[in-house]
């Protein structure tokens, strides 16, 4: 499984993006501070940072990157096993928010320009 982080204005709920979900026609399962979602070739868990330890790791140039994008932010992993589900997931999220993705690879910066270099 591969883990990629979506950091979205601090206000932003899990409740809200498990809604959005919902309104996109997906199956959401919540348990604590983790959704499973899935739908036809979807499948992908998403949990909240509760504790402020993914911030913790970025440097201060990557933070000052994504303030810059969604300003106060926290962040969610998204879990997944194939990359279409991540993207799906991301595409909603930054449909309603303003929201940075960090692929854990080669990518920090807007959700935009990551769907539209990596789909």
Not at 9 to 28: F, I, S
Not at 49 to 61: A, F, M, S
Not at 76 to 98: G, N, T
Request: glycine share 6%.
């Amino acid at each position: 499984m591969k883990t990629m982080i979506v950091c979205v204005p601090c206000g932003v709920t899990l409740e809200q993006v498990c809604g959005e979900l919902l309104a996109a026609g997906y199956d959401v399962d919540s348990v604590k501070h983790r959704l499973t979602v899935s739908g036809v070739n979807l499948l992908a868990w998403i949990e909240v940072d509760v504790d402020g330890e993914l911030e913790r790791e970025y440097e201060p140039n990557e933070r000052t990157l994504i303030e810059g994008i969604v300003g106060k932010w926290r962040a969610f992993m998204i879990d997944y096993r194939s990359l279409e589900s991540a993207d799906a997931v991301i595409a909603i999220i930054s449909h309603k928010w303003p929201c940075a993705v960090d692929n854990d690879d080669d990518f920090l910066g807007a959700a935009e320009v990551y769907l539209s270099r990596y789909r």
